[in-house]
């Protein structure tokens, strides 16, 4: 009954193109505890969880926050999976900051705060390989009571393609050419190179300078562990974030308007 409920509920969707006939299928979506996206074309505004005065959450705490928060969007405008909640995705982050901006005509909230997300980068220890996970269960996991400043993982239990911190420039500001054919870049755009290539654009042109967008990195792990993927905020040159702390954490939320 559910499925059939949701297959007619696409359909209308898919007919009309309205925003209620769309917040309907994510609604029935989250009910039955199926998965949902960011969706740019909806009706929307942008908020910040842990980003309050003296607000210091642990990533888990501010999970929890930004599921308390969206308790009442009846609407499941806010991305979920298996119908909870979760934080932004790296590219989401990206994709939210240049809808902002298109919007606005300026570098607003989202670009003026450094914005974790639910993706994650995993070193193997002892050597420069890594991978990026789009989103990572064990953050999604995560209880308010985790304290540490990152997760010991096994490196051989994540799928997906392999990196290489050799392979290419890590640590130091990039210039723009050389972010676009980045090979960690591009991983957490998730190989979108158009996307990359306009977000890179609009960074260095409202940065105006030669050097921007670093990609920051754990050298010579001891051991398997996983960070949570973050963007630093612009006047921080927009770097990726791959060795931030557990400990200090802030999501951007989608919120009804």
């Known amino acids: 009954m559910s499925d059939a409920k949701l297959r007619e509920l696409e359909r209308k969707a898919h007919r009309s193109g309205a925003a209620q006939d769309i917040f309907a299928v994510r609604v029935e979506r989250k009910r039955i505890g199926l998965s949902a996206g960011l969706d740019l074309c909806l009706p929307h505004v942008w908020g910040l969880v842990g980003a309050g005065k003296g607000e210091n959450l642990r990533f888990g705490q501010a999970v929890a926050a930004l599921r308390a928060q969206c308790v009442s969007d009846a609407s499941g405008l806010h991305p979920f999976e298996a119908g909870v909640v979760r934080p932004l995705t790296f590219k989401e982050n990206i994709q ?64 997906g ?47 105006n300078r030669n050097t921007a967008m670093q990609f920051w990195v754990v050298q010579n792990s001891a051991q398997d562990q996983l960070y949570a993927l973050g963007v630093v905020d612009l006047v921080d040159n927009s770097d990726c974030n791959g060795c931030g702390s557990l400990m200090l954490s802030r999501f951007a939320r989608v919120c009804p308007p």
Not at 115 to 139: E, N, P, Q
Not at 146 to 153: H, Q
């Open 161 to 207: 393609p392999q990196l290489d911190l050799q392979n290419d420039i890590y640590n130091q500001p990039l210039t723009q050419e050389q972010v676009v054919k980045h090979e960690g870049w591009l991983a957490v755009f998730e190989g979108d190179k158009d996307l990359l290539k306009e977000y890179a654009a609009l960074v260095f042109g409202l940065l």
């Open 96 to 159: 939210a900051r240049l809808a902002q901006y298109a919007a606005t005509g300026r570098a607003g909230s989202l670009w003026s705060s450094w914005l974790d997300s639910c993706s994650a980068i995993v070193y193997k220890g002892g050597s420069t390989k890594f991978k990026i996970v789009r989103l990572s269960s064990h953050l999604l996991e995560l209880p308010s009571s985790f304290r540490e400043s990152l997760l010991g993982v096994n490196y051989g239990d994540f799928a």
